[in-house]
């Protein structure tokens, strides 16, 4: 069985800096793509970036490019979301979820999901 257990979020000033983590178990990080998405209240859910070490592909939405970074560590079968230079904007709930290589971009490409973990940046 596929688990996803996100981790890290809270409350942070803007400018600050988070990081989430996602605990995966139930598959090999070799065969599959982990994208992390954010919903805010009132809106559709958003891709923020994927990684797929094994595909070679990875990307982020341009909104973060610069500020964001994901990286996983196979041995732990955790997937990190390094966020800084956060943003009022940058406010939502931050899901990752997880599908066979390679990376995509929307969200019911992906099977499995974890709970969400809150972010919020305060201005």
């Known amino acids: 069985e596929v688990q996803l257990v996100e981790s890290g979020g809270g409350l942070v000033q803007a400018g600050g800096s988070l990081r989430l983590s996602c605990a995966a178990s139930?598959?090999?990080?070799?065969?599959?793509?982990i994208g992390w998405f954010r919903q805010a209240p009132g809106e559709e859910r958003e891709v923020v970036g994927c990684?797929?070490?094994?595909?070679?592909?990875?990307f982020y939405r341009d909104s973060v490019k610069g500020r964001f970074v994901i990286s996983s560590d196979s041995a732990k079968n955790t997937v990190y979301l390094q966020m800084n230079a956060l943003k009022p904007e940058d406010t939502a709930v931050y899901y990752c979820?997880?599908?066979?290589?390679?990376?995509?971009?929307?969200?019911?490409?992906?099977?499995?999901w974890g709970q969400g973990t809150q972010v919020t940046v305060s201005s």
């Open positions: 979820a997880a599908r066979l290589a390679p990376c995509v971009v929307v969200a019911p490409a992906y099977d499995d």
């Open positions: 139930g598959f090999s990080f070799d065969d599959y793509a």
């Open positions: 990684i797929s070490s094994n595909a070679g592909s990875s």
